[in-house]
């Protein structure tokens, strides 16, 4: 989510700067010109981002600061909103017509560096129209179509590239559109209303509940500070962007982190295992055995894994499964060598202890003796791989 000022704090119990009438608005800087703001919402999982200076007020008429304000933020947000008044609808500079041009455009960067060629199949993003000091005498269908008109506008005016010459900006954005009744003047109703608001952004069932899995980036929390930075060092140099490039490579980097760390657990949950055989021992039931530790590998693994991009952990989750079959083979073949020096040993001092009256009986007997052996041997490794499974 993305939003700005007061509403941030009021909405989600956050505690970001705001500006006040007698100092303007306080400001930390984070390198030369990086005013990019991040929270969790006090009562919901949802991470916040206060944006500051793509309005271009903050640094005047930079459309390079924009830009890259612009495209950092429709690569990590599935929500933009956007904060305006009502008496600025229409109006250029105003209604952030502006803002809407640069994100429009740096949403078409992003669209090249996916290769788009219909961008209706690509993940949409949400704009949220919040419009302060509404008085309702103008309705907010009315508001809404203003708008939409506007960002029409917008998108027809804007360069495109050739493949993309004849989309909209629906193609690629969804809209919403809510009224706040201004706080100074109407205090109690301004709080209803941002109660009311809220719900949109933390009730699963509300009818317009905004995070919709059209608008998800599919980015795991643990993986979102890597992510984020990759995004914005690629924005610097002003390389092209490509999100599902930088998708596969923060999920190729963060499974293989997360398949190093289960192969680690599960060498660690059969170090018992594997000292019993290794000291020459038999362990009963091996094969329920590893496969009750592989299942509790795999489990672990899923539970991060699972979120990130589906090639890179489907191929993740193999490698993970080769891994623990290698192990798995390894104590497999010690314990069946265990077996069958003790098959030997028992067919060994059967054979010795044999006594009979002729050489015929004598082969006729360690014949049915190496069957029995080999019988004893079949059923030992049967039962050892009981209950091992496929992956």
């Given at each position: 989510?993305?939003?700005?000022?007061?509403?941030?704090?009021?909405?989600?119990?956050?505690?970001?700067?705001?500006?006040?009438?007698?100092?303007?608005?306080?400001?930390?800087?984070?390198?030369?010109?990086?005013?990019?703001?991040?929270?969790?919402?006090?009562?919901?999982?949802?991470?916040?981002?206060?944006?500051?200076?793509?309005?271009?007020?903050?640094?005047?008429?930079?459309?390079?600061?924009?830009?890259?304000?612009?495209?950092?933020?429709?690569?990590?947000?599935?929500?933009?909103?956007?904060?305006?008044?009502?008496?600025?609808?229409?109006?250029?500079?105003?209604?952030?017509?502006?803002?809407?041009?640069?994100?429009?455009?740096?949403?078409?960067?992003?669209?090249?560096?996916?290769?788009?060629c219909h961008p209706h199949r690509a993940g949409k993003?949400?704009?949220?129209?919040?419009?302060?000091?509404?008085?309702?005498?103008?309705?907010?269908?009315?508001?809404?179509?203003?708008?939409?008109?506007?960002?029409?506008?917008?998108?027809?005016?804007?360069?495109?590239?050739?493949?993309?010459?004849?989309?909209?900006?629906?193609?690629?954005?969804?809209?919403?559109?809510?009224?706040?009744?201004?706080?100074?003047?109407?205090?109690?109703?301004?709080?209803?209303?941002?109660?009311?608001?809220?719900?949109?952004?933390?009730?699963?069932?509300?009818?317009?509940?905004?995070?919709?899995?059209?608008?998800?980036?599919?980015?795991?929390?643990?993986?979102?500070?890597?992510?984020?930075?990759?995004?914005?060092?690629?924005?610097?140099?002003?390389?092209?962007?490509?999100?599902?490039?930088?998708?596969?490579?923060?999920?190729?980097?963060?499974?293989?982190?997360?398949?190093?760390?289960?192969?680690?657990?599960?060498?660690?949950?059969?170090?018992?295992?594997?000292?019993?055989?290794?000291?020459?021992?038999?362990?009963?039931?091996?094969?329920?055995?590893?496969?009750?530790?592989?299942?509790?590998?795999?489990?672990?693994?899923?539970?991060?894994?699972?979120?990130?991009?589906?090639?890179?952990?489907?191929?993740?989750?193999?490698?993970?499964?080769?891994?623990?079959?290698?192990?798995?083979?390894?104590?497999?073949?010690?314990?069946?060598?265990?077996?069958?020096?003790?098959?030997?040993?028992?067919?060994?001092?059967?054979?010795?202890?044999?006594?009979?009256?002729?050489?015929?009986?004598?082969?006729?007997?360690?014949?049915?003796?190496?069957?029995?052996?080999?019988?004893?041997?079949?059923?030992?490794?049967?039962?050892?791989?009981?209950?091992?499974?496929?992956?």
């Open positions: 989510v993305i939003i700005t000022g007061t509403l941030l704090n009021a909405l989600f119990g956050t505690d970001f700067s705001t500006m006040n009438s007698s100092s303007g608005r306080s400001q930390t800087t984070l390198g030369t010109y990086t005013r990019i703001w991040m929270g969790k919402s006090a009562d919901a999982n949802i991470l916040v981002m206060d944006v500051e200076g793509v309005d271009g007020q903050a640094f005047g008429e930079d459309k390079l600061i924009e830009r890259r304000y612009a495209l950092f933020s429709l690569a990590t947000a599935e929500v933009l909103v956007v904060n305006m008044h009502e008496i600025t609808i229409g109006l250029y500079n105003g209604a952030n017509v502006g803002l809407l041009e640069t994100v429009f455009e740096a949403n078409l960067q992003l669209s090249e560096g996916k290769g788009l993003t949400l704009l949220f129209f919040v419009i302060r000091d509404y008085t309702g005498q103008t309705s907010l269908a009315h508001n809404e179509d203003k708008l939409r008109g506007n960002m029409a506008r917008i998108w027809k005016s804007i360069e495109k590239p050739k493949h993309l010459e004849n989309s909209s900006f629906s193609d690629f954005f969804d809209c919403m559109v809510v009224g706040l009744p201004p706080k100074p003047y109407m205090p109690e109703q301004f709080n209803e209303a941002v109660d009311k608001l809220r719900l949109r952004f933390t009730d699963l069932n509300h009818s317009d509940y905004v995070f919709k899995p059209c608008y998800q980036r599919k980015i795991p929390i643990d993986g979102f500070s890597c992510y984020a930075f990759d995004i914005w060092d690629a924005i610097l140099p002003d390389r092209t962007l490509s999100i599902s490039a930088q998708q596969v490579l923060l999920a190729k980097y963060r499974c293989a982190e997360l398949r190093l760390k289960t192969e680690s657990a599960f060498k660690e949950s059969i170090s018992a295992i594997e000292s019993q055989i290794n000291g020459g021992k038999l362990v009963d039931g091996l094969g329920k055995l590893m496969e009750k530790e592989r299942s509790k590998a795999v489990v672990v693994f899923d539970a991060s894994a699972k979120h990130y991009h589906q090639d890179v952990y489907t191929e993740m989750r193999g490698k993970l499964y080769k891994a623990f079959d290698e192990k798995s083979t390894v104590l497999f073949r010690s314990q069946i060598g265990i077996v069958a020096e003790q098959t030997f040993d028992q067919f060994n001092d059967k054979m010795w202890s044999l006594h009979v009256n002729s050489i015929l009986a004598f082969i006729e007997s360690t014949q049915a003796m190496v069957l029995d052996a080999l019988e004893d041997l079949e059923r030992a490794v049967d039962g050892m791989c009981a209950n091992m499974h496929a992956a």
